[in-house]
């Protein structure tokens, strides 16, 4: 039986992006499958990158995705899901 499919917003603040950048992208590439789009912007003063994502997938996916991101280091991700 498939889950049901969900469509989400992951918001995605990256410190340090110098080294955490290169480790975000390669999660981020890894589940383009379900990505619909990605808005991700600079914060040079800050040094802070911060990214919006819209995925659609089932719950197991985008916990994956959101869990992945939020454990590694100098990155916090939050989801918001819809039903």
Do not use: C, F, Q, W
């Amino acid at each position: 039986m498939e889950k049901e499919r969900r469509i989400a917003v992951i918001g995605i603040v990256v410190n340090n992006r110098e080294e955490s950048a290169k480790r975000v992208n390669d999660i981020l590439s890894s589940y383009g499958h379900i990505i619909v789009g990605r808005m991700g912007i600079p914060y040079k003063e800050r040094d802070v990158s911060v990214i919006s994502i819209i995925v659609d997938g089932n719950s197991d996916e985008i916990g994956a995705l959101t869990g992945k991101l939020g454990n590694t280091s100098g990155v916090k991700a939050k989801v918001a899901l819809t039903y």
